[in-house]
């Protein structure tokens, strides 16, 4: 289940692929991390990592869009995806901590982490990379 970084993750703007592999490589730990059966207090330190990262890296590409002059509808949009994560994701930390059923936890994260991830890379973050791009051309 582990997530592959492929040539079709990247945005184009170094800044966001550098932490985008980050990233992957967080939830590739905790994705390890719980096939291999890890104790409770590993596992939650990996996803208090991973919050952590979230954030900070949310926060990075919301300011990079603003300081770029970013459409704001496309801004506001991208802001609501990461939004919506930020919500699923820590659900998904509250069902872990209240209940102790990991598969439940493996097949939620797939969604939540893995597919949320990959396709907001692939669609939301690559137009701010084409963004980037244009206004470079037009300098
Ligand atoms: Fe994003």
Redesign the pocket.
């Known amino acids: 289940m582990d997530i592959k970084w492929t040539e079709d993750l990247t945005v184009g703007v170094d800044s966001i692929d550098d932490q985008h592999k980050e990233l992957i490589s967080i939830i590739n730990n905790l994705l390890k991390a719980i096939n291999r059966g890890d104790a409770r207090d590993e596992i939650e330190k990996v996803i208090a990592f991973l919050k952590n990262y979230v954030a900070t890296h949310?926060a990075m590409?919301e300011t990079l869009m603003l300081r770029i002059k970013y459409p704001n509808d496309k801004f506001l949009e991208?802001e609501r995806?990461?939004t919506d994560f930020w919500e699923n994701f820590n659900e998904l930390v509250a069902v872990f901590n209240n209940d102790h059923s990991l598969p439940l936890m493996v097949n939620t994260m797939k969604e939540v982490l893995v597919d949320w991830l990959v396709n907001?890379i692939c669609q939301?973050?690559k137009a701010i990379g084409v963004f980037v791009k244009k206004q470079q051309s037009l300098v």
């Open positions: 949310f590409e991208h995806q990461h907001h939301t973050d």
